[in-house]
């Protein structure tokens, strides 16, 4: 789990959990994990739905930062995102057909 450019701190939140709670599983912490980030994303979008003071631009801008952060987070042993990668050339070589 660790990074060597990150002086040993990967940001692994399972990590985290199990040094948090001593004796929790790898797949407990996984588990609440996601069910912390799953949490997160329902109140994301709960305040998207629900009337604010800030533009819809803003709003969507937002939103649409929140779910790239999983795509950033998905790098490989070689420290290259693959999906960011297969996205981005989808969007450049691909012909779409209208």
Same mark, same amino acid.
């Given at each position: 789990? *660790?990074? %060597?450019?990150? !002086? @040993?701190? !990967? @940001?692994?939140?399972? %990590?985290y959990y199990m040094r948090?709670? *001593? @004796?929790?599983?790898? &797949?407990?912490? +996984? %588990? #609440?994990?996601? &069910? #912390?980030?799953?949490?997160?994303? #329902? +109140?994301l979008n709960k305040e998207?739905?629900?009337? &604010?003071?800030?533009?819809e631009t803003f709003t969507k801008a937002s939103l649409n930062l929140a779910r790239l952060v999983p795509l950033l987070y998905s790098y490989d042993d070689n420290h290259s995102l693959p999906s960011l990668e297969a996205h981005m050339k989808s969007m450049f070589y691909e012909i779409v057909s209208v």
């Open positions: 789990m *660790q990074d %060597e450019s990150q !002086d @040993g701190h !990967d @940001g692994s939140y399972i %990590e948090e709670h *001593q @004796g929790s599983s790898v &797949n407990e912490a +996984r %588990e #609440k994990v996601v &069910n #912390k980030i799953s949490d997160a994303w #329902k +109140r998207c739905l629900s009337p &604010n003071p800030f533009p």
